[in-house]
């Protein structure tokens, strides 16, 4: 059996250590070792975004990156985005806007919208649903997820200014 | 799908990963960004012993001017090349590519040189490379050589690319100002695999083609140049006899396999209605 | 008299009946804290691993588990010969059938459950899954349902193959399962053979898969030493899961707890009971630990509760002026290996009888054939009534085939044929009464929002250029609300549902119902029902389903039954509970209880308000000794509430697509889509359910589709064939709305979610063949894609400069 290893990063502002064999999925450590359930599988082949998490700057499936290539990385997920009893804006723009039914796409959509709004904190409805894409939802058709995203780009960028 | 299991490595230099390379030999693969490997150890169609991590060698990342030629390093992800103020300006088909890779995450990790070598013709980057002129450094323990992209691909998953090799880089000529370009690329949804496209390179004097390239994803075993088409067009004006005549040339070429995308026939049409497509929009692009 | 400033207040701070409340279910889904079926851990839990058929027909000649115990980590591998001596090897299906939990003797389908690998972790159950070795002996495969009921077929099911009935009346071949058929057929012959004009077209439904985010999975917990157990599944029905194990296992129903938790989407995938739920239990029992067993999201595709795969034929027959005599409509129904279709037992096809629309059709007459093949089992509703989307797909289509045929436009031959809005309750001639509906109203709405005018003439300006433009319309009338228990039952247990409501002194309140919320927003929309009945804040009251140790029994959510059936039971169980408010107030206030009126949250006496009993203060009093002589304590209620009848939603859209002739793509330009789904309860909610039933029927319209080759391989079962549109193909949705109440229902709602299913595929389809309509097509199969179109366009020779 390949060797195990112990694998430390910051998990939402946390140093974390676990200990893993080098095949483990990000996603499984989270789920199973950090009990951070937020991120879901959705597909295992890194199709439908549920396993959505933040690493470094980069929205990333987590379904698809081993545990063992995290070393010292700074990982957000879902389970980041409230601080200090206060929602963040996309948190509570899918709650307004009706971003979400069943709740099973929705870790992944706002950790990925996240970042969006990091890189383009004004984005059109075009760029929204572009970059967006690697997140499949089979309940809203998408069409409140972008009023979501707007809500929170509006609440962001007017807090900002 | 859970991989089988393997030894994790990652090296830090390129000396330390052409080192574990040779130390493993065929027991070993290179990890880029995974998006096409972790699949496929997932699913057990790669069952690999030795995985060597590439992805914290700083050396591999990176895009820069150098004279004529753009340098990108393969660990250079998609979303970079997306970014990149410099491709923008100097190479902005390699841009419209990698806007139409995959899928947003998938480009956050996927990298340029991981698509090349990977060998699958359904990806991208071959035929932007063609149309491009490209050319790959190519390190192994004994030293490095340059391959041009032409020669690189040699059939389905079959490249130069040697086992005790890594790519490192990408050169690029930087094309002329006023090259037209265009990437036509359809496919069935964010996310697929080209059902058929073309990658165009297009340099007009007056209403006369000066110079052009042509290449094909998904339509053959690896990446197509479609040379007769070019030489059909070289001189001529961009009517739409020289058009259709370039779509019949490129489709001559295509030998693609049938799958959920498309027949033999469909894919082969696609093709030539790509190669129109992306001649048109090059030609829109390109100072005359 | 206009309402008082008060009286507004009061009314706003209930957010009842008919307001767009945020979802009280929407807290722990943001915030990445919804209890979904893999974030259930129990101490000691060991995984499952199934191991699966790589053929669609083989006999199993053995199976060695040897190396895959010796694998570290394996704790236990399974296959039928460990379940037979608990006599869990085969189990009923919700079909009337039997199915094999783990392929016994041979195997019918590519991917059949074969053995399960039991093990500490889901690495050490998949290294071991890989490990067994199953030695298989290939048989020859049936793949065309056509071909099932030839002489020399192969035989599928060779443990009821000297079986001349499996619960649906008598068979005629070992593959057959059953011939279902209603209406006059004689009748139907005879206008037939008299008529000015008839139509006929062959239209396939094809198989699909409802595919929710989250695959199918249980975590399945026996006590030993209490006989308890316990199982958490990703159910829309845990009742009735209940009931099945209970019978299967012979562990007594008391026993028994079923949990559903949060539900990452159904859409009709998570009704059936499947071989891994039950392997799952059976290892628990053997073992006494929790068992996980999940699905992945190629099995959940390729072999747990496929949609449709019917293949209709669709007759009209009408006179000159396109009014329409009589219909006859036939199917063959590909069940698969098993027929684990879920269905009521006098229903076997369904609801597929609705097939006569929003139409008033005098005669007619329909048949579904039903056959086994080598296929997974399956023919569950993916987001509508059982049969309904074939059936509706079915008439929508054929009444643009008559106006083709006729040369009237098709929104005209619509028009002709309407049940008129002063004709309900209508009976249609294949026996269903359609409750409400003014359909004339809505399809003159929707005409108006679109121009629909104006596009008829953009469409010919662009038919002379060479151009497609297609023009879709669908006026439907569905079926939900299942369902009266004269005429519905499943295993025979009626399909009533139920809501128990108990009011607390301070005057919250928490109800449970027999339904399974999967994202509906049940929480919400049961409260804000409540709410308006009670005059208590939606936001105190607290909704409880799919444990079926705390909610009263009901046959859970499928169908759109939790509005129809639920929602009524919630409303009744509120008004019993009323019913005692007003003589707790009556006694209090000292007045008859005849002098009291209900406003918004309170008693008053009539005439003089100032004189009043807020539910509040009635709440309260009900926990005291100061009550009407011999009435208990307490305040709550409990509804086992059985529906009259079904409910009829009804709608109408417009689609509008450009067709690129040289590649096949398809651009929705434009969707518009009235819904009247009777009373609203809450308008956001019900707009939310629109876009997503859209975007589902958008996805079988143009993509969606499970293909084999003839020797019954899967070819495309992941999420890169498998076509779930992201953000990007997604076209935008406009939504609008009537208010047609139903006469029958207690608050006149009649459930949506499937409406825009049901409604946007025929509608896209029609779009897509109105494209074409100048060229003589009359019906092209779906999935749309670019592949097929452009097939079509090449047929025609258009698809060249």
Redesign the interface.
Known sequence: MAKKQTVSFTLNGTQVDVVVEPRELLIHSLREKLQHTGPHIGCETSHCGACTVDIDGMSVKSCTVLTVQCQDAEVLTIEGFEQGGELHALQEGFTQEHGLQCGYCTPGMITRAYRLLKENPSPSEEEIRYWMAGNLCRCTGYQNIVKAVQYAANKLSSASA | ????????H?PQSIPDALGLLAQFGDEAKLLAG??SL??M??L?LAEPGH?I?L?RIRELQGIREDGDTLRIGAMTTE?QLIWSQLLQDKCPLLVEGARLI?????R??GTIGGDISHGDPANDHPALMLALGASYVLQSASGERVVSADDFFVGMYDTLLQPDEIMTEIRIPAPAQGTGYCYAK?K?????FA?AAAAVTLRMQGETVQEVAIALTNVGACALRAREAEDALRGKTLD?AAL?EAARLAMSICDPVE?????VE?KT??AG?MTRRALSTANSRATH | MAASTDMLEREATLQGLGTSRLRKEDARFIRGKGTYIDDIKLPGMLFGAMVRSPYAHARIKSINKDKALAVPGVVAVLVADDLKPVKLDWMPTLGSDVQAVLADEKVCFQLQEVAMVIATDRYAASDGADMVEVDYEELPVLVDPHKAMDADAPIIREDIADKDEVGHGKRTHPNHIFTWEAGDKDATDSVFANAEVTVKEEILNPRVHPCPMETCGCVASFDKVTGQLTVYITSQAPHLVRTVVAMLSGIPESKIRIIGGDIGGGFGNKVPIYPGYVVAIVASIVTGVPIKWIESRIDNISTTGFARDYHGIGELAADKDGRIKALRFTALADHGAFNSHVSATKLPAGLFSICTGSYDIPTAYCRVDAVYTNKAPGGVAYRCSLRVTEAVYLIERMMDVLAQKLSIDKAEIRRRNFVNADKFPYSTSLGWTLDSGDYHTALEKVLQAVDYEGLRKEQAEKRAKGELMGIGLCTFTEIVGAGPTKVCDILGIGLFDSCDIRVNPTGSAIARLGTMSQGQGHATTYAQIIATELGLSSEEIQIEEGDTDKAPYGAGTWGSRSTPVAGAAAAMAARKIRAKAQAIAAHLLEVGEGDLEWEIDRFNVKGNPAQSKTMKEIALAAHTGDLPDGMEQGLDATEYYDPPNMTFPFGAYVCVVDIDRFTGETKVRRFYALDDCGTRINPMIIEGQIHGGLTEAFAVAFGQAIPFDENGNHLGNSLMDYFLPTAVETPHWETDHTVTPSPHHPIGAKGVAESPHVGGIPCFSNAVVDAFAHLGVTHMDMPHTAFRVWQQCKALGINTR
Do not use: C, W
């Open positions: 799908m859970i991989p089988r299991e393997f030894d994790y990652a995974g998006h972790l699949p150890m997932k057990r995985l991590d992805g979303n995959s899928d947003p995450q998938v956050y990790k359809l069935r949804k964010v996310g697929d059902t739409d259709a799958d959920q995308r498309g027949d469909y049409a696609m209605e």
